[in-house]
């Protein structure tokens, strides 16, 4: 942000009655407009000054005049292009200070008196004052710089008509500056609605989650855990009651580490780049390499927070279940890229399922672990397949293929 940007962004919040320094935006665009209407006004002086200098000359008397005529017409076009050409250096100083537009205004004055005459091109110019000066300090200095430079027009070159255009020049100018301040209330109150806007919207998709998350994973659990619990109640066969009791311990654990992986999610930094799913599936499977090992094969890509989730989940659930139900002795981890997939395999060497797990009556079993598995790899659009090993090996294979492409979008999940 250039000097004479912050110098209007400044000028511009003094004119407004309520102004807040939450949001900018608004003030330092506003103020960039008034900058480029001050340097058009010294754009259009210095074009005029240029097509009108030959005129002057051609009719100011030989000698003496003519010099002192050409030194002023000079002068103002040197002091406007410095104006023009430095305005980031010079604004600023235009802007604390009421006498540099004073000089300017003395130099173009003092060219009006040497050389304006009834028809002059140079009369033209008379008005960049007086717009300048409402741009610049609104009503008030419009008003002075209005009526100061409409009587030299009058006195010096009997216009008449140009001095009531300077009169409206300097009313044309505040009437702008005005019009821009009131556009970048309007704007600053709008990006500060939006911005609550967004944070309401944040908080709510956040409780959104949460409420899925509850509802995918621990709802489920604790419904199993109830479902087997009352079940105990009727019953009092020895064996029945042994079976059922290991369903409600083995839930009620589920529950809790369900409980850890949503507090966990909600501590996640959300602005972190992504996850590294190596070092998150270490975690997960534990550090005993003799019972659960973790292969990676290649460089495995950064994966955003809410797909490492899922991922993390469902392998922490297919290593869960082979040590509590399959009764295995090895438990193998696998993560691959294999375009254009991102793959994770789970193998144990336990009892195994059947090729075709049916999902319902794995939740009528109360092994809502499973359930769930699936369900997290569909949010996730990644492809879940649950069965016995390849070749006739003993024990369970859980693989689950997601595109690479989900990556791109994964923090909308």
């Known amino acids: 942000m250039t000097a004479s940007l912050d110098a209007m962004a400044s000028a511009a919040a003094r ?22 209407l001050c340097r058009q006004v010294f754009a259009f002086r210095l074009v005029m000054i240029a097509l009108a200098t030959p005129v002057v000359l051609s009719r100011t008397a030989p000698g003496a005049p003519t010099h002192l005529a050409g030194g002023a017409v000079l002068l103002t076009f040197l002091l406007s292009y410095v104006l023009f050409r430095e305005w980031e250096r010079f604004g600023p100083l235009l802007l604390r200070h009421r006498w540099p537009l004073v000089v300017d205004w003395a130099f173009f004055g003092g060219l009006l008196f040497l050389t304006a005459t009834p028809g002059s091109p140079l009369l033209l110019i008379a008005v960049c004052t007086p717009l300048l000066a409402g741009i610049v300090y609104g009503r008030p200095g419009a008003a002075v710089y209005a009526i100061v430079q409409a009587a030299v027009v009058a ?97 009620a654990r589920r529950a809790a580490t369900e409980s850890r992986e949503v507090l966990d999610d909600l501590r996640r930094d959300l602005d972190a780049p992504g996850v590294s799913l190596a070092s998150e599936l270490q975690a997960r499977i534990g550090p005993d ?34 040590r509590r139900h399959a009764g295995a002795a090895r438990i193998t981890v696998e993560a691959a890229v294999d375009a254009p997939d991102l793959l994770l395999v789970i193998e144990d060497d336990g009892r195994g399922l059947p090729d075709d797990v049916d999902l319902a009556s794995l939740s009528g079993a109360g ?35 997601l595109p690479l492409s989900a990556l791109a979008v994964g923090r909308g999940v």
Do not use: W, Y
């Open 367 to 401: 092994r809502f672990g499973l359930v769930g598995m699936a369900e997290r790899a569909a949010a996730i659009g990644a492809r879940l397949h649950i069965g016995s090993r390849p070749g006739g090996q003993p024990g369970t294979q859980v693989r689950l293929a």
């Open 289 to 322: 390499p003799d019972v659960a090992e973790l292969r990676v094969t290649g460089t495995l890509p950064v994966v955003p927070s809410p797909v490492a989730r899922h991922l993390l989940a469902v392998a922490g659930e297919a290593v869960e279940n082979a």
């Open 15 to 36: 004119d407004r009655p309520s102004a807040r320094p939450a949001v900018q935006l608004p003030i330092a665009l506003q103020a960039n407009a008034l900058q480029a």
């Open 155 to 251: 006195l010096v070159a009997e216009a008449l008509t140009l001095a009531v255009l300077c009169v409206l020049a300097g009313a044309a100018g505040a009437s702008l500056r005005s019009l821009l301040l009131r556009f970048g209330t309007a704007g600053q109150a709008l990006l500060e609605t939006r911005a609550r806007r967004a944070v309401a919207e944040a908080v709510q998709a956040e409780r959104e989650h949460l409420a899925r998350e509850l509802h995918d994973s621990l709802a489920k659990t604790l419904h199993g855990l109830a479902l087997a619990a009352d079940s105990l109640s009727r019953t009092t066969d020895p064996a029945t009651l042994r079976r059922q009791a290991a369903l409600v311990s083995g839930a």
